[in-house]
T-cell receptor
Framework: AQKVTQAQTEISVVEKEDVTLDCVYE???????LFWYKQPPSGELVFLIR??????QNEISGRYSWNFQKSTSSFNFTITASQVVDSAVYFC??????????FGKGTMLLVSP | DAGVIQSPRHEVTEMGQEVTLRCKPI?????LFWYRQTMMRGLELLIY????????DSGMPEDRFSAKMPNASFSTLKIQPSEPRDSAVYFC???????????FGPGTRLLVL
């Protein structure tokens, strides 16, 4: 069985602070894919990133960066210089060829001005 | 290119009534997923279709729920009879395959009185 744990239920920061959202996963499969989605207050689910289990290179996209470490089964997400528009619930998710997409319970990020 | 389209966006109905939710996946995507999101249970997969065939319906709560995909461009999720505990946001998502990125529709917010 697969599992995704987002231990941080809610994080509050002030604008321009850096913030890291943690994601720890469990799977017995050797080939799997990890995702992050953003759900702003308007409610839609927005895809942010997909990584496969064989690519441990960190990725940066503007103010967003992702740190994938197989040794600790973690796929953490960092927002640099946070902005109010980053306020949302962020979901980490995992899928493999043997199971469907499993979501974590989400981390609510509140960025205040 | 249009994203996943869902209708209606909001539905208010009375207990015992039939509810039909509709989804049009992204053209060319052969996998379609129905999810339910509630505060208590988070995001739950209800059913997954591949090439219009239901592959995994283990998440369908009970016989009151049914889903169909008569062709590659249309799917329905029906609840009959509806109950107050069915109140939730129902998302449809589509992808190029089970492990590929899922793109979500805007969701249908269902309230059963």
């Amino acid at each position: 069985a697969q599992k995704v744990t987002q231990a941080q239920t809610e994080i509050s920061v002030v604008e321009k602070e850096d913030v890291t959202l943690d994601c720890v996963y469990e799977t017995r499969d050797t080939t799997y894919y990890l995702f992050w989605y953003k759900q702003p207050p308007s409610g839609e689910l927005v895809f942010l990133i997909r990584r496969n289990s064989f690519d441990e290179q960190n990725e940066i996209s503007g103010r967003y960066s992702w740190n994938f470490q197989k040794s600790t089964s973690s796929f953490n997400f960092t927002i640099t210089a946070s902005q109010v528009v980053d306020s949302a619930v962020y979901f980490c998710a995992l899928v493999s060829g043997y199971s469907t997409l499993t979501f974590g319970k989400g981390t609510m990020l509140l960025v205040s001005p | 290119d249009a994203g996943v389209i869902q209708s209606p966006r909001h539905e208010v109905t009375e207990m015992g009534q039939e509810v039909t939710l509709r989804c049009k996946p992204i053209s060319g995507h052969n996998s379609l997923f129905w999810y339910r999101q509630t505060m208590m249970r988070g995001l739950e997969l209800l059913i997954y279709f591949n090439n219009n065939v239901p592959i995994d319906d283990s998440g369908m709560p009970e016989d009151r729920f049914s889903a169909k995909m008569p062709n590659a461009s249309f799917s329905t999720l029906k609840i009959q009879p509806s109950e107050p505990r069915d109140s939730a946001v129902y998302f449809c998502a589509s992808s190029l395959g089970q492990t590929e990125t899922q793109y979500f529709g805007p969701g249908t917010r269902l309230l059963v009185l």
